[in-house]
T-cell receptor, first 116, second 113 residues
Framework: AQKITQTQPGMFVQEKEAVTLDCTYD???????LFWYKQPSSGEMIFLIY??????QNATEGRYSLNFQKARKSANLVISASQLGDSAMYFC?????????????FGSGTQLTVLP | SAVISQKPSRDICQRGTSLTIQCQVD?????MFWYRQQPGQSLTLIAT?????????ESGFVIDKFPISRPNLTFSTLTVSNMSPEDSSIYLC??????????FGSGTRLTVV
């Protein structure tokens, strides 16, 4: 069974500082993808970053980087230089094969609050 | 990556009625997915919709309650039938886009009274 675990229900960070959001996963599928999404209060899901299970280097997208430690089955999101607009819910997700489709399973989310 | 237009964005419905949510994709996609997000919770997959075949439902979700239409490669609908207050949630559609990304519609915030 595929599972994503986010153990931080809420996090606070001071504006301009870096923050790490934790994510661990469990899967028996050798080919999988790891994603981070941001969900502001409006409800939309905004794609942030992707890491493939065979990727050798950690993914980076602007201020977002993914700290991928395959042996530990962790995929932590690092946000550098936090901004007030980063305040939102953050979901870690994993893609896996289910029948003919590749599906996403989500963690429980981390509510990030950036303090001025 | 694909862009999905989802509507309505929100609705308040009476219990016992049905609501149909529409998602239009700006490019052809093989698979579309429908999720439910209950208040304060994560996203739960309702079903996977492949064009030209019956949708595949996850455990706990049934076709009579959540019928899905997928008439072509750019469009899908989800109906929430015989609604009760427990159906109050955000409903999101999604499609697999390019470069491993999954694009989401903007969501439908449903309140059942």
């Amino acid at each position: 069974a595929q599972k994503i675990t986010q153990t931080q229900p809420g996090m606070f960070v001071q504006e301009k500082e870096a923050v790490t959001l934790d994510c661990t996963y469990d899967t028996s599928d050798p080919s999988y993808g790891l994603f981070w999404y941001k969900q502001p209060s409006s409800g939309e899901m905004i794609f942030l970053i992707y890491q493939g299970s065979y990727d050798q280097q950690n993914a980076t997208e602007g201020r977002y980087s993914l700290n991928f430690q395959k042996a530990r089955k962790s995929a932590n999101l690092v946000i550098s230089a936090s901004q007030l607009g980063d305040s939102a819910m953050y979901f870690c997700a994993m893609s896996y094969s289910s029948g003919s489709a590749r599906q996403l399973t989500f963690g429980s989310g981390t509510q990030l609050t950036v303090l001025p | 990556s694909a862009v999905i237009s989802q509507k309505p964005s929100r609705d308040i419905c009476q219990r016992g009625t049905s609501l149909t949510i529409q998602c239009q994709v700006d490019s052809q996609v093989t698979m579309m997915f429908w999720y439910r997000q209950q208040p304060g919770q994560s996203l739960t997959l309702i079903a996977t919709a492949n064009q030209g075949s019956e949708a595949t439902y996850e455990s706990g979700f049934v076709i009579d309650k959540f019928p899905i239409s997928r008439p072509n490669l750019t469009f899908s609908t989800l109906t929430v039938s015989n609604m009760s207050p427990e159906d109050s949630s955000i409903y999101l559609c999604s499609a697999a886009g390019s470069l491993h990304g999954y694009t989401f519609g903007s969501g439908t915030r449903l309140t059942v009274v």
